[in-house]
């Protein structure tokens, strides 16, 4: 991100007593379709933790920014298992 941009951010939370691993679970908006990356020690998402990714459409920036921007105005999102059809949260 660059200084003076104010991207679009998804924050996951992790409310369990477990660590958590995102990587591989897939993000939706009414058009879109990105996967979290796998094999990054940082989608190991510990109790009580957070993760940013940042809905941007600027992939090139880095593994955690995703294809596709928020709408000013409102829009659907979701987080799915790796199958891309079982909704975790909405």
Same mark, same amino acid.
């Given at each position: 991100?660059?200084? =003076?941009?104010?991207?679009?951010?998804?924050?996951?939370?992790?409310?369990?007593?477990?660590?958590?691993?995102? =990587?591989?679970?897939?993000?939706?908006?009414?058009?879109?379709?990105? #996967?979290?990356?796998? /094999?990054?020690?940082?989608?190991?998402?510990?109790?009580?933790?957070?993760?940013?990714?940042?809905?941007?459409?600027?992939?090139?920036? /880095?593994?955690?920014?995703?294809?596709?921007?928020? #709408?000013?105005? /409102?829009?659907?999102? =979701?987080?799915?298992?790796?199958?891309? #059809?079982?909704?975790?949260?909405?």
């Amino acid at each position: 991100m660059k200084l =003076g941009e104010f991207n679009d951010w998804i924050e996951l939370y992790n409310s369990s007593t477990d660590s958590v691993e995102i =990587g591989g679970l897939i993000l939706k908006d009414q058009i879109d379709t990105w #996967a979290i990356p796998t /094999g990054n020690s940082l989608t190991l998402i510990p109790p009580g933790g957070h993760f940013l990714l940042w809905a941007d459409d600027q992939e090139f920036q /880095g593994d955690f920014y995703t294809n596709f921007k928020l #709408a000013s105005g /409102g829009e659907f999102s =979701g987080l799915y298992e790796s199958d891309g #059809a079982t909704v975790i949260d909405s």
